[in-house]
């Protein structure tokens, strides 16, 4: 190659280079990241799987805010062949505590994460018990705990996400505005929002890149992975004899009496609802 063209192919990369990476660092910020659990100083991480050879189901349910999982976890609780710790990977004292007969504290659970989730599947539980499980956000677990988790067949998988996205977003947002999470608390059915379009369509890309990283990892052992909808969890309680079904439980009371965060349409609780009513995923009023 001539000189004066090889110094021109030179020059071209000098100002092209940057640009290229300009343009890549823009894409990467662009693209959604999960939410996944920050490592923090003195945190051991959890290399956990549980082994194959236990005599009853492990499970882990996996969702996100504002998905009546708390709602599905009671269920599970409830049933006399489940033990059902919940959130434990939460960073809220007295739960952690208390699902492990207080032998644990969060100091101590982050200090060994394995041991810690060991004693969650393999620590003392009724004789009546045929499935252990916990439930998980992304934000609760690093990625390569949950894959340490999850990638096992014999470990099974429930997941559970709200089609309805804009719904969920809005209990969110009521949620953090109010500090109520349920209608317990709840200060009143008045109580009107206003969602910012862009921060909902931020919100909407990471839960997506959430679902299709579960659905890629799902591909490898389908049958131990059990997809269900928030809506239809709480429109049949054929929804809940799967559930169990899956778990290998006895099938016992799948009946669904859920009381919904906020009674009647969508519309009534979004003060911008007209700018936002394209963005409706699924139209349902229990939010």
Excluded at 23 to 28: G, L, N, Q, V
Excluded at 37 to 65: E, W
Excluded at 94 to 121: E, N
Aim: glycine share 4%.
């Amino acid at each position: 190659m001539p000189k004066a063209l090889s110094m021109a192919f030179l020059d071209m990369a000098v100002l092209i280079g940057p640009l290229l990476a300009r343009a890549s660092a823009k894409a990467a910020a662009a693209t959604p990241r999960i939410k996944w659990k920050h490592r923090i100083h003195g945190m051991n991480l959890s290399s956990y799987s549980p082994p194959a050879d236990l005599n009853y189901t492990c499970f882990v349910l996996l969702s996100t805010q504002r998905s009546a999982s708390s709602f599905l976890t009671g269920k599970l609780m409830s049933h006399p062949n489940i033990r059902m710790l919940g959130e434990v990977l939460d960073d809220n004292e007295p739960l952690v505590s208390s699902r492990l007969d207080d032998r644990w504290t969060l100091a101590s659970r982050d200090a060994d994460r394995t041991a810690f989730m060991r004693d969650v599947y393999e620590g003392p539980a009724p004789p009546t018990v045929r499935a252990r499980g916990i439930k998980a956000f992304s934000s609760q677990m690093t990625e390569d705990e949950l894959l340490a988790l999850t990638r096992p067949k014999h470990v099974l998988k429930i997941v559970l996400r709200r089609q309805d996205t804009l719904a969920q977003y809005a209990s969110q947002v009521r949620m953090s505005e109010t500090g109520h999470a349920g209608r317990q608390t709840m200060v009143s059915d008045e109580y009107r929002v206003t969602l910012d379009r862009a921060a909902y369509a931020e919100f909407v890309a990471e839960y997506e890149a959430w679902w299709a990283y579960l659905a890629a990892l799902s591909k490898e052992h389908p049958e131990s992975w059990l997809w269900i909808s928030t809506e239809r969890f709480l429109a049949s309680p054929y929804t809940m004899a799967s559930i169990y079904a899956h778990l290998k439980v006895p099938l016992l009371n799948t009946s669904i009496e859920y009381d919904p965060y906020i009674a009647g349409s969508l519309e009534d609780h979004i003060v911008n609802w007209d700018e936002l009513q394209d963005c409706q995923v699924v139209a349902d009023d229990r939010w």
